[in-house]
């Protein structure tokens, strides 16, 4: 099976295929090209229609290399400065367009556990409990986890091209300069630097570009083997100062596109190092890429670790197991006589839906949904991405109530079969007790459902029958029929 990785990020574009081979991935081509991104926002907070040209030509030189490869083997992930910017949903359009494949936006844990799963597989295997730093263009991600599993992850707003560009924008590196930049990260790490300071983790370990160039030029000046600490950060730091521009860096080691962002990168490490107290950082290979190929594999293999999300958040909700699965059960079941051509990713999402549409009853009976809503969209589920969260989030705000404040599910006819299935699913399954169902068909066509219930057992369930006749009436106020046929 081969797969693809495309991460859109505030520095670079890159492009990673490989093929999985038991459990492991082999990479067969990469791709990367300096965009800049974060660099291309302008004063208002839109990304410029140069930096938007320079993205998308890139895309479409990508575009070409995973031409052939089925859209579900490929994931494509934007970070931090396409998170940030106000008109980012006009270049995400563009760019799917390029691609043919949706592009998702990370949340910023989400890219954290990633990065974390990235490097864990590229790492040798530790029992210890290890610290990730991955200095990105916009953004530092800090993660600590053990084996592949993020115990604590978080996002900064601050990295090597925003450094860069707010404090370096003449070109001239000083001392002053240098230390303000220093001090501007730092204040960006206050208040959760605490989760990842020393004796939180064992090893710490750094990865993507910044990290890798520190420690390419660190071994070639011989300051140190390779591995990165605070003396030598120090060294560099009054090296950059004494070069006095960016024109004038030239360190042995240090590739071409990596000069531009180079003080500001320095920076942050040097921030992150004094806040975490960091003694020796080594490179890890891996980073965010890596971690979308071993996520996409999973997905593909069955071990989708959206799934053990959905179970971790039920059991800290306490959510009632059995309740979900017979409407889970009820709903997959009733949107496979819809269609018999359902996708495992319909069912699947269904099913969560129903694992999760009961999460807010732990805060209140009143209104339940909407508290499930609002959990399910603003925790942090490891393996959805945001689309994803937003979606199943209105799945279950949906289920029950009126249906005008999720019409824009009802707009896509995926998402309409999800919607009513769910909630047909609730309210047989209402009473909360096993009883013996009836074999439920349901019919989809333009803006027209129809279910058809045995007129025996509907009889036999005069409150099913009478929450069904509601229903009918819920669907036509936002212009769905819905026609209740016993048979």
């Known amino acids: 099976m081969k797969l693809a990785a495309i991460d859109l990020g505030s520095n670079s574009f890159r492009l990673e295929i490989a093929r999985v081979e038991g459990e492991r991935i082999i990479t067969e081509g990469s791709w990367k090209e300096t965009i800049r991104l974060a660099a291309g926002i302008d004063k208002d907070g839109n990304l410029t229609p140069e930096a ?58 989400e890219e954290a556990r990633l990065v974390f799963q990235g490097c864990s597989f590229a790492l040798p295997p530790s029992n210890e409990t290890r610290l990730i730093v991955d200095i990105g263009g916009a953004s530092t991600e800090c993660v600590i986890g053990r084996g592949h599993d993020m115990i604590e992850g978080e996002s900064f707003h601050v990295g090597c091209v925003n450094t860069s560009v707010t404090f370096f924008k003449d070109r001239k590196i000083t001392a002053q300069s240098m230390r303000r930049a220093i001090l501007s990260a730092t204040s960006v790490l206050d208040g959760s630097e605490y989760k990842f300071v020393k004796g939180n983790w064992q090893e710490a370990f750094g990865s993507s570009g910044t990290v890798s160039a520190v420690s390419s030029i660190l071994a070639a000046l011989k300051i140190t083997d390779g591995s990165i600490t605070l003396y030598a950060l120090e060294q560099l730091k009054d090296r950059l100062i004494h070069a006095e521009s960016i024109d004038k860096i030239k360190f042995d080691g240090l590739k071409e596109d990596r000069r531009e962002v180079l003080a500001g990168g320095i920076a942050v490490l040097i921030a992150v190092f004094n806040k975490l107290k960091i003694d020796v950082m080594k490179v890890a290979d891996g980073a965010l890429r890596y971690g979308i190929l071993y996520d996409l594999a999973g997905r593909k293999l069955q071990r989708d670790p959206r799934e053990a999300s959905v179970e971790r958040m039920m059991a800290a909700f306490h959510v009632d197991k059995e309740q979900a699965k017979r409407v ?42 909407k508290h499930s809503e609002y959990l399910i969209k603003n925790s ?36 309409a079969e999800l919607l009513f299935c769910l909630r047909i ?40 029958e009478y929450l069904l006749e509601e229903e009918k009436a819920t669907w036509a106020k936002v212009d769905y029929q819905f026609d209740l046929i016993a048979i």
Not at 69 to 93: D, M, Y
Not at 443 to 452: A, V
């Open 328 to 369: 889970g059960d009820m709903a997959v079941n009733l949107l496979k006589t819809m269609s018999s051509h359902v996708s495992e990713d319909s069912a699947r999402f269904l099913r969560w839906a129903a694992d999760l549409h009961e999460t807010g009853l732990t805060l209140s009976r009143s209104d339940y949904h």
């Open 52 to 109: 938007q040209d320079r993205g998308l030509n890139a895309l479409a030189r990508i575009a070409e290399k995973i031409r052939g490869l089925p859209r579900n083997h490929i994931r494509a992930v934007g970070t931090q400065t396409l998170r940030a910017a106000k008109n980012s949903q006009e270049f995400i359009e563009r760019a799917e367009r390029i691609l043919d494949c949706k592009v998702e936006i990370l949340r910023g844990k």
């Open 425 to 464: 699913a609730t309210i047989v399954a209402h009473a909360r007790q096993e009883i013996e169902l009836p074999k439920l068909e349901a019919t989809f066509h333009g803006h027209s459902f129809c279910l058809y219930v045995p007129r025996a057992w509907l009889k036999d369930h005069p409150v099913v």
């Open 380 to 415: 942090d589920i490891a393996g959805f991405s945001r689309p994803e969260q937003e979606k199943l989030a209105a799945l279950v705000l949906g289920h029950r109530g009126n249906l005008k404040k999720v019409e824009m599910l009802l707009a896509a006819k995926q998402s």
